[in-house]
């Protein structure tokens, strides 16, 4: 069981910070280049899953809105959608700092030898920009692997956090399980920073930094 929960907490982690990443890039750009409106689209957006708890989006997610709209949903793909909803609210931050940390100039130099701003963004700043990115979206995959055990909080739904509780819940051995679970989650959260950091090395730019 807590292998399975395990698992589970793996997919939501890794599906929540990759596509936390993408919505991010959009939801920068829009802040960015957008315009006003679409700017202040984009900060409400970011207000309200940052400015919430995400226990209370995983309530409203699988409580609120199908009953509202009468619809009966899955409450693990409602895990997935949130955590990636939610995820890409705190990397909008980390990614327009790491767009607005490419030199300027090297946009108006792009310009200049014919590229749209379209192909200025997608060929001169995204690249340069996803590599500045690299320690602050490993700063947000360790705390999103931990805030997986909200996920408890929805019926059926036995990640890591879940399974635990439960294992405990039936045996009373409550030191054991939950000392275990710390020790997995704290072995492969460190591997991944890790990894990243290998990662963040090898492709660095030197000379441009963004804080995490």
């Not at 399975?4 to 596509?19: C, D, I, K, M, Y």
């Not at 939801?27 to 309200?48: C, H, P, Q, R």
């Not at 909200?150 to 405990?168: E, F, N, W």
Request: glycine residues 8%; proline residues 4%.
């Amino acid at each position: 069981m807590l292998f399975r929960g395990f698992l589970l907490t793996v997919q939501v982690t890794f599906f929540g910070a990759s596509t936390g990443l993408v919505l991010a890039t959009l939801l920068a750009m829009g802040d960015i280049y957008g315009g006003k409106i679409v700017s202040t689209i984009v900060n409400i957006y970011v207000e309200f899953f940052r400015g919430s708890p995400i226990i209370s989006q995983l309530f409203i997610g699988y409580y609120a809105l199908p009953s509202i709209v009468n619809v009966q949903v899955d409450p693990v793909m409602i895990g997935f959608l949130i955590f990636a909803l939610n995820s890409a609210a705190y990397q909008k931050g980390y990614v327009k700092g790491a767009m607005e940390s490419v030199y300027k100039e090297q946009m108006m130099a792009a310009l200049s030898i014919g590229l749209t701003k379209i192909q200025a963004i997608r060929y001169v700043v995204l690249p340069q920009a996803m590599r500045l990115v690299i320690p602050p979206w490993g700063n947000e995959f360790c705390s999103l692997g931990k805030s997986t055990a909200a996920l408890l909080v929805l019926p059926g739904v036995l990640d890591l956090a879940g399974a635990a509780r439960a294992i405990a819940s039936w045996t009373w051995k409550h030191l054991e399980v939950y000392g275990l679970t710390a020790l997995i989650y704290l072995l492969w959260l460190s591997i991944m920073m890790k990894i990243l950091d290998v990662l963040y090395d090898k492709v660095k730019i030197p000379g441009i930094e963004v804080m995490a």
